[in-house]
């Protein structure tokens, strides 16, 4: 090994063995693309009274959809039998707080780097704080994502990472409560987070997955939670009537509520093990038994 080729091996888009994988290649370009149009917006883009405010909320949504993202990794490996995916986990994880960080930094520069503000602000306003205890978790378990952690926690790096779980809630509730009255994308957002819980619940309940009927069974399930949720948010934090919300769901001509949209990604999710079974799918060739605790993932199965 020449020192010229050890740099290579530890590279986000190489795999164990030093060899440029595709995939991870592709994943690391893709999780720089919304940094760089959110930036290309802030030099670029049009002037606004706030000119911080778009590039507040796009990066935090971000780190929603990345964090459920990363999520999505394990049982989707299941799913498609492809055990390549839990070599992504760790990157899409570490991407997760450098959002959540890329957030806080517009937000003080919103605020005109008067820090002493931004601390006032983050302890008064309630959706704040909750953002910032979510914050705290990602540094966290972004401190503790490296290999040399993953081997000094030994099962405690199990369930340290558990705590991802809590993170995307408190980031769902930071998500509503700073989106006030149309809460259409935090309910997606909710809905999703919710299908890819009860996957974990369907493992725990010894429920194979990869099987079609128990990813419809999750996908109808959390399609009638998503509705709830989004009944009660409008029951409890606006005057609008909860009812003809919910009614709304059964009108897609007019538009497709999150709660349909819910059913329609886990229906789409389930038909992926027929798929497999008529066009032979990814191989399982490669799966593994070895222990969760792996360096690949800042987050437990």
């Given at each position: ?31 720089f693309l919304p940094a760089i149009t959110i930036f290309a917006d802030l030099i670029f ?15 935090g949504k971000w780190v929603v959809r990345f964090l459920l993202l990363s999520l999505a ?119 999703l987070f919710i299908l890819l819980m009860n996957y974990r619940v369907a493992g725990v ?97």
């Amino acid at each position: 090994m020449t020192a010229a080729t050890t740099p290579l091996r530890h590279a986000p888009w190489t795999d164990r063995k030093g060899q440029l994988s595709p995939l991870r290649l592709v994943v690391f370009i893709g999780l720089f693309l919304p940094a760089i149009t959110i930036f290309a917006d802030l030099i670029f883009g049009p002037m606004r009274p706030e000119p911080f405010e778009y590039a507040l909320h796009e990066s935090g949504k971000w780190v929603v959809r990345f964090l459920l993202l990363s999520l999505a990794i394990t049982p989707f490996r299941r799913i498609l039998g492809w055990n390549r995916l839990i070599g992504v986990r760790r990157m899409i994880g570490v991407s997760v707080l450098c959002y959540a960080l890329l957030h806080l930094g517009f937000y003080a520069a919103q605020e005109n780097w008067h820090l002493g503000k931004v601390a006032s602000e983050i302890i008064a306003r309630i959706y704040l704080t909750i953002g910032f205890v979510a914050l705290l978790g990602l540094i966290a378990l972004g401190a503790t994502s490296f290999d040399a952690a993953v081997r000094k926690l030994g099962r405690n790096w199990n369930l340290l990472h558990r705590l991802t779980y809590g993170i995307g809630g408190l980031a769902l509730i930071h998500f509503f409560l700073q989106a006030k009255s149309d809460v259409t994308e935090p309910t997606l957002m909710a809905g999703l987070f919710i299908l890819l819980m009860n996957y974990r619940v369907a493992g725990v309940a010894k429920l194979d997955i990869s099987r079609s009927w128990v990813l419809a069974l999750c996908a109808a399930i959390s399609a009638a939670l998503t509705a709830g949720v989004e009944y009660t948010w409008y029951a409890l934090a606006t005057g609008i009537p909860p009812k003809l919300v919910f009614l709304a769901n059964f009108d897609v001509e007019t538009a497709i509520r999150p709660a349909v949209w819910v059913a329609i990604i886990g229906i789409a999710v389930a038909i992926l093990p027929l798929l497999r079974m008529l066009f032979g799918g990814i191989t399982r060739k490669g799966l593994t038994t070895r222990p969760r605790t792996s360096r690949d993932g800042i987050e437990p199965a």
